[in-house]
């Protein structure tokens, strides 16, 4: 899953978004409103770490932005504002939970998870694509009746992969969803990781399932 952190203290969003990371989440960081916005309207993001107090658009103009823009990613306000006044304020204003500082990591990443679980739980539980199931709750994977272990950037690529079957998948695509604009694009991970997955999901099975467009990139198919 991939998660937008708008906070401008950069110690501290680095303090997060290395948890995050660490946790198997996809990370970008910006440090500013105005950036913030950009980000969340331009990419297709599970959750926001939203900062009030923020250069050049406070945190409140950022949410009232991307709310007025009918995005419904769910926001986590992380602040140091903890007046009665700003959290409802904050809540009321559209975010789905309010977080002051000083926090503690652990309590921020089950504030995560539980908006993270309460979203999931509103889209298509399990993932399907011809005898290939992804459950996003357990993170279980089957061919067939066979249970499937993937490493967590295996896992990540499969449901990029199962959530836009047979369409066109661009490296570029999947490097901002699955890695971070920090990957080197001139790499070839991504192909090997393609290449790792394809083994995992269809080895002793005559159906493919993940295919090379040239020049392109690749695509999953259901028939």
């Known amino acids: 899953m991939r998660i937008l952190v708008v906070e401008d203290e950069k110690k501290v969003a680095a ?10 989440y996809v990370v970008d960081v910006v440090y500013d409103g105005e950036e913030g916005v950009f980000m969340a309207l331009e990419n297709d993001y599970d959750l926001i770490v939203l900062d009030l107090m923020l250069p050049k658009l406070d945190g409140m103009e950022v949410l009232r932005r991307v709310r007025n823009n009918r995005n419904t990613v769910p926001v986590l306000i992380l602040t140091a504002k903890d007046s009665v ?12 939970d309010y977080l002051t500082k000083p926090f503690d990591f652990a309590e921020l990443l089950a504030r995560i998870r539980a908006l993270l679980r309460r979203s999931q739980d ?7 694509v011809a005898d290939l199931t992804l459950n996003p709750l357990t993170r279980e994977v089957k061919r067939g009746d066979k249970a499937i272990e993937l490493t967590s950037k295996e896992y990540a690529l499969l449901e990029y992969f199962m959530r836009n079957v047979n369409r066109v998948l661009s490296r570029t695509l999947i490097n901002e969803h699955v890695w971070n604009y920090e990957f080197d694009p001139t790499t070839n991970v991504i192909d090997v990781y393609v290449n ?23 695509i999953m198919k259901e028939t």
């Open 85 to 96: 006044d700003d959290i409802v304020a904050g809540l009321e204003g559209g975010s789905d």
């Open 196 to 218: 790792y997955l394809r083994k995992k999901i269809e080895q002793g099975h005559k159906k493919k399932l993940i295919y090379t467009v040239r020049g392109a990139g690749y």
């Open 122 to 128: 509103q889209k298509i539980t399990i993932l399907k």
């Open 15 to 24: 303090f997060i978004a290395k948890g995050l990371r660490e946790e198997n």
